[in-house]
């Protein structure tokens, strides 16, 4: 596995969808080891370090390498996938759920 910090996508619960209740949730992830890089209204995304995700959520992430432009796109960013993480508890209130963020694909017009 890569030394690159595992980036994560963060979905607030409904009643938390507003700048309340992200900057509470940004308030509260670097005590878990997590890095908030950014957030929007319904979502954070941030980073968090291989040893420190397998810790927190009790899963190792797999990484998954970039792939080269296709027929139909300009290629596929690196990323992680991972089973099921468990929201940890000083989150639950205020996250619906926690996903390692895949890659991205770069589409073709």
């Not at 507003?18 to 979502?43: C, F, M, S």
């Not at 995700?53 to 432009?69: D, I, R, Y």
């Not at 596929?76 to 390692?100: H, M, N, Q, R, Y």
């Amino acid at each position: 596995m890569s030394n690159a910090p595992i980036k994560l996508q963060i979905l607030l619960r409904r009643e938390w969808r507003n700048a309340q209740g992200v900057d509470k949730v940004r308030g509260l992830l670097p005590a878990l080891g997590i890095t908030p890089t950014v957030g929007g209204v319904a979502a954070i995304s941030a980073e968090i370090e291989t040893e420190q995700f397998k810790e927190l959520f009790g899963v190792t992430a797999t990484a998954t390498a970039p792939q080269p432009p296709g027929e139909r796109d300009f290629g596929k960013s690196g990323g992680s996938t991972s089973p099921d993480l468990k929201v940890p508890a000083a989150l639950s209130e205020f996250v619906e759920s926690i996903s390692a963020a895949p890659g991205h694909i770069y589409l073709r017009d």
